[in-house]
């Protein structure tokens, strides 16, 4: 018998290896993501509220400090896509024609979908500007 429960439990289980803390980062990048888009909503009120307010937000926005943490809150929208797209194969079985389709399948059109989908947002955005 393994011992007398409750076992204690160590605080830096995420130190333990690799796995852990590609799992911590995505729970983390959750949270940034989730920051960030809290803080476009605010942006997306004050252009509510008059041409003035937008510009000042424009400004901030400018900034080479926020260009970072653009570029920051991107790798973990990246990681947490990718991650999320390695784990669908895991835990859903597609059948095709009665066979089920290869994970590696499913991946790479989640990907090819991400892509797509990214390509139509740009065309919006170059066509409207």
Known sequence: MPGPLPRAKSNAWWNRGWPYRVFLLRELSAVAVAVYIVLLLLLVSQVREGRGAFNDH?????????????????????????????????????????????????IFGMYALWVGASLVVLAAFLVEW
């Open 58 to 106: 424009l400004d901030l926005l400018e900034n080479p400090l926020f260009w970072i943490i653009h570029a920051v809150i991107l790798g973990f929208a990246q990681l947490h896509t990718s991650t999320w797209f390695r784990a669908v194969p895991k835990s859903m079985r597609v059948k095709l024609g009665g066979r089920a389709v290869p994970p590696e399948a499913m």
